[in-house]
């Protein structure tokens, strides 16, 4: 246990589906990750929150929408999404510059 | 963009044997981390390096910043079954905390 919670561990949804994916640190982290890993690409980058804002964005689709009502939840809301998605989504946290915790993961599958 | 690039992908030795991998970008790096990801589970941190010419040991493992930080590398003496996973470098340089990762290196290991 890294004190980084994820939920759903596993989601399948459809293309037309709305989802959301949540993390969760009690750590005092102030800044918080959403990564996705594939096969093909394994750890991308997909936005940085520091203190509650968004300070990257890693050219992410806007099917993929973040939210972060403060610094110790983060949410991605997945809508519309295309089956070369499907990969398992990994949460991290950390103080500012120092090692990242990350979460289990959630394993999605879009058929 | 920033790139950091990690060899070999893949590597497969028997159990005593040692594994190495390495990290290298184009740029000069101000810190590097590494991370070890188990079959199944998520990265987990192991060491950061920041001073040029670095060294650090942990039991078996030997972890090396080059002089020009440029280049790191992670060397695992007399490899054991538990060693298995993926071993990712990552470039910590940004000043938002993100991490630029390696495509890493999964070692499998014949007992």
């Known amino acids: 246990e890294t004190g980084v919670t994820q939920t759903p561990r596993h989601l399948v949804m459809g293309m037309t589906n709305k989802k959301s994916l949540k993390c969760e640190q009690h750590?005092?982290?102030?800044?918080m990750y959403w990564y996705k890993q594939s096969a093909k690409k394994p750890l991308e980058l997909m936005f940085v929150?520091?203190?509650?804002?968004?300070?990257e964005n890693n050219s992410v689709p806007s099917r993929f929408s973040p939210e972060c009502p403060n610094s110790s939840h983060l949410f991605l809301h997945l809508h519309t999404l295309q089956p070369e998605d499907s990969a398992l989504y990994l949460c991290?946290?950390?103080?500012?510059?120092?090692?990242?915790?990350f979460g289990p993961g959630t394993r999605l599958t879009v058929l | 963009g920033q790139q950091v690039m990690q060899i070999p992908q893949y590597q497969h030795v028997q159990e005593g044997e040692d594994f190495t991998t390495y990290c290298n970008s184009s740029?000069?790096?101000?810190?590097i981390q590494w991370y070890k990801q188990r079959p199944g589970g998520h990265p987990v941190f192991l060491i950061q390096?920041?001073?040029?010419?670095e060294v650090k040991k942990q039991k078996r493992l030997t972890f090396q910043f080059g002089e020009a930080k440029k280049n790191s590398s992670l060397h695992i003496t007399a490899t054991q079954t538990t060693d298995v996973g993926t071993y990712f470098c990552?470039?910590?340089?940004?000043?938002?905390?993100?991490?630029?990762f390696g495509q890493g290196t999964t070692l499998q290991v014949k007992p």
């Open positions: 991290a946290s950390s103080l500012a510059g120092g090692e990242q915790f």
């Open positions: 750590l005092g982290h102030n800044a």
């Open positions: 929150y520091n203190f509650k804002e968004q300070t």
């Open positions: 740029t000069t790096l101000s810190n």
């Open positions: 390096l920041v001073k040029s010419g």
């Open positions: 990552a470039d910590g340089s940004s000043n938002t905390g993100k991490l630029i």
